[in-house]
């Protein structure tokens, strides 16, 4: 997703595009994802602006786009006791609350909203800048729209080998592809070309589990994530956060695999459940049942009802900047030729902004 809307915004501004592909088709983490445009947890300053102009975007492009599923859904955090409850308020209390669209509401309002969360909870933080799309058809209804225009070519299963010169690069088929500007999006594939032209980057590769489910046969209005995600996200940190860490001890299979709950429908009535995080290398080549049992109970703790058939299972593997002052990792690697990886689970939400800043700074 980085990669394709780096064209995107090369092609708005009148440029002609030729975008190389590794796969036959996008198969990596911009697929492999909640497609949630997610707000709400992302650390003040930088990251939350990026996250905000990339929400402001994908609203934009949606609307030009439909194929993208692009929805204003928003998302709910239900708290269970006082601990979660002094999180949330917390949280409230940020000089940022407003623009994140936090709101704390009851449980009586939160169901008034989500009515799906039929199971017991005390209150729940409502965001109201979060968003979704589709991640499994984004690429594709992206790239239609771009091959539209005449202005844009892609190039399946070829693989960038060897940069050659000033703005150029040679594929693995031996052709040599040149142009005013070229930018490496190469996602967790960071071997290879990319230690060849950039050496060691502050950059590292995260595995997580992931589920799919039959349809609910009913709305999920919003994206629902649990107590765990103020854990894992910045913009929750604070005292409350440590005197929850104190005094409610994570669920021992969620702290094992540094889970969170993050749900989201998509268009077909299926709901996307996950997830893990793996930081340590070699990655696990199977996936784990425990993480799944675990989300099974809370999602189901939350709705009052049984989930659907689990249609599918998947890992994923993505990119991590670990220079914590910084959204993405953004290298010029030779003259003309950037290097633009790392954007960790904040891809599919801030692709459009970190690509718009790309293009800004490279003056197209």
Same mark, same amino acid.
């Given at each position: 997703?980085?990669?394709?809307?780096?064209?995107?915004?090369?092609?708005?501004?009148?440029?002609?595009?030729?975008?190389?592909?590794?796969?036959?088709?996008?198969?990596?983490?911009?697929?492999?994802?909640?497609?949630?445009?997610?707000?709400?947890?992302?650390?003040?300053?930088?990251?939350?602006?990026?996250?905000?102009?990339?929400?402001?975007?994908?609203?934009?492009?949606?609307?030009?786009?439909?194929?993208?599923?692009?929805?204003?859904?928003?998302?709910?955090?239900?708290?269970?006791?006082? /601990?979660?409850?002094? %999180?949330? =308020?917390? &949280?409230? @209390?940020? *000089?940022?609350?407003?623009? +994140?669209?936090?709101?704390?509401? #009851?449980?009586?309002?939160?169901?008034?909203?989500?009515?799906?969360?039929?199971?017991?909870?005390?209150?729940?933080?409502?965001?109201?800048?979060?968003?979704?799309?589709?991640?499994?058809?984004?690429?594709?209804?992206?790239?239609?729209?771009?091959?539209?225009?005449?202005?844009?070519?892609?190039?399946?299963?070829?693989?960038?080998?060897?940069?050659?010169?000033?703005?150029?690069?040679?594929?693995?088929?031996?052709?040599?592809?040149?142009?005013?500007?070229?930018?490496?999006?190469?996602?967790?594939? /960071?071997?290879?070309? %990319?230690? =060849?032209? &950039?050496? @060691?980057? *502050?950059?590292?590769?995260? +595995?997580?589990?992931?589920?799919? #489910?039959?349809?609910?046969?009913?709305?999920?209005?919003?994206?629902?994530?649990?107590?765990?995600?103020?854990?894992?996200?910045?913009?929750?940190?604070?005292?409350?956060?440590?005197?929850?860490?104190?005094?409610?001890?994570?669920?021992?299979?969620?702290?094992?695999?540094?889970?969170?709950?993050?749900?989201?429908?998509?268009?077909?009535?299926?709901?996307?459940?996950?997830?893990?995080?793996?930081?340590?290398?070699?990655?696990?080549?199977?996936?784990?049942?425990?993480?799944?049992?675990?989300?099974?109970?809370?999602?189901?703790?939350?709705?009052?009802?049984?989930?659907?058939?689990?249609?599918?299972?998947?890992?994923?593997?993505?990119?991590?900047?670990?220079?914590?002052?910084?959204?993405?990792?953004?290298?010029?690697?030779?003259?003309?030729?950037?290097?633009?990886?790392?954007?960790?689970?904040?891809?599919?939400?801030?692709?459009?902004?970190?690509?718009?800043?790309?293009?800004?700074?490279?003056?197209?």
């Amino acid at each position: 997703m980085v990669g394709t809307m780096h064209a995107w915004h090369a092609v708005e501004r009148g440029h002609e595009v030729v975008h190389i592909e590794r796969e036959a088709e996008a198969r990596g983490a911009s697929l492999r994802n909640f497609g949630q445009i997610w707000v709400s947890g992302r650390a003040g300053g930088e990251e939350l602006d990026t996250a905000l102009r990339a929400r402001e975007l994908w609203e934009g492009i949606g609307a030009r786009v439909p194929g993208l599923g692009f929805r204003a859904i928003g998302s709910l955090t239900p708290v269970r006791n006082a /601990l979660e409850l002094a %999180v949330a =308020e917390a &949280a409230l @209390a940020r *000089p940022d609350a407003a623009a +994140r669209g936090y709101k704390l509401l #009851t449980a009586d309002e939160a169901r008034a909203v989500n009515p799906a969360l039929r199971g017991a909870f005390e209150a729940a933080l409502w965001c109201e800048r979060d968003a979704a799309v589709e991640p499994r058809l984004a690429q594709l209804a992206l790239r239609e729209a771009l091959l539209a225009t005449g202005k844009y070519t892609f190039l399946p299963g070829r693989e960038v080998r060897d940069v050659v010169g000033e703005n150029a690069v040679r594929d693995d088929h031996g052709d040599v592809h040149t142009g005013d500007a070229v930018v490496l999006c190469t996602g967790a594939w /960071l071997s290879g070309l %990319v230690r =060849e032209v &950039a050496g @060691a980057i *502050p950059v590292r590769r995260v +595995r997580l589990q992931m589920m799919q #489910t039959e349809p609910l046969g009913e709305p999920l209005t919003t994206s629902v994530a649990d107590a765990d995600s103020f854990r894992y996200y910045p913009a929750y940190a604070s005292e409350a956060l440590d005197a929850l860490a104190a005094g409610q001890p994570q669920d021992p299979t969620a702290a094992a695999h540094k889970m969170q709950l993050l749900m989201v429908q998509r268009l077909d009535g299926g709901l996307t459940i996950g997830d893990t995080h793996e930081y340590e290398h070699p990655f696990a080549f199977d996936t784990l049942e425990d993480p799944y049992e675990h989300l099974i109970r809370v999602v189901e703790s939350f709705l009052g009802r049984p989930l659907p058939k689990i249609r599918r299972r998947w890992a994923g593997v993505y990119a991590q900047c670990v220079d914590t002052s910084r959204v993405v990792h953004r290298q010029r690697v030779r003259d003309g030729v950037w290097l633009v990886t790392g954007p960790g689970g904040r891809g599919m939400t801030c692709s459009p902004a970190i690509a718009e800043t790309t293009a800004n700074e490279l003056g197209w």
